[in-house]
């Protein structure tokens, strides 16, 4: 019955974005940011997924959605070690060769405003997590050993970036990061982990702050 449930609910939200991809071409979406657009379609992602989960009455935490304090705590553990890391490589790379690993990572993406901000560091994130690791990596993994289901999860996590990468770590990035969130997710069991550390590495790519 849950993976019945979670076959649904995945169907309902792809969906939702090719119906959400199709209007946007639409002159009702036209006076929409971009990302201002992605952020309401995250939203109501997010609320699809709960309603479907609560009319099938399947536990949240069956998709990890359990443990914020101890999977937010290790993911903020993780967010500050892996961003410390990414300054560090960045300001050696700049200071050395004088390339930019922000400008080569996020080339020419500029976020201005609250909302397209928060579309991409905490509304993306959230509902991509329950997406690709709540519901892809659950059921991959309920058939398949951990480093299948990490793989073939991330791939899927991948392909998804592709239409909007433009360049080849367009696709890397979100392949890497894959991988992460999914070891993450499995070694915590709790989805606030890998979202934590999703959020976070979002902030520092798009924002440009560091």
């Not at 449930?5 to 939200?13: D, G, I, K, P, R």
């Not at 792809?14 to 036209?30: H, I, M, N, R, T």
């Not at 390339?99 to 405003?113: T, W």
């Not at 606030?192 to 590495?201: K, T």
């Amino acid at each position: 019955m849950r993976e019945k449930a979670f076959l649904v609910t995945a169907a309902a939200l792809v969906a939702l974005e090719v119906v959400s991809a199709s209007l946007q071409g639409l002159p009702l979406a036209a006076g929409f940011h971009p990302l201002s657009w992605t952020g309401m379609v995250r939203c109501a992602d997010i609320i699809l997924f709960f309603a479907l989960f609560r009319i099938l009455s399947v536990p949240l935490s069956g998709v990890g959605l359990h443990g914020f304090v101890k999977g937010g705590l290790l993911g903020l553990a993780v967010s500050i070690i892996l961003g410390s890391g990414f300054f560090l490589v960045s300001y050696a790379t700049q200071t050395l060769w004088g390339v930019d690993l922000r400008a080569f990572v996020n080339p020419g993406v500029k976020i201005r405003g609250l909302f397209p901000l928060l579309s991409v560091c905490l509304l993306g994130p959230f509902a991509e997590e329950i997406f690709f690791r709540g519901l892809c990596y659950t059921l991959i993994r309920a058939h398949r050993g951990v480093w299948l289901s990490v793989v073939f999860s991330a791939i899927i996590f991948a392909a998804s970036h592709l239409l909007g990468a433009g360049t080849a770590t367009g696709v890397l990035i979100p392949l890497v990061g894959g991988v992460v969130f999914a070891l993450l997710y499995e070694y915590t069991g709790s989805l606030f982990a890998p979202f934590i550390l999703h959020g976070a590495g979002n902030f520092i790519l798009f924002s440009r702050i560091i």
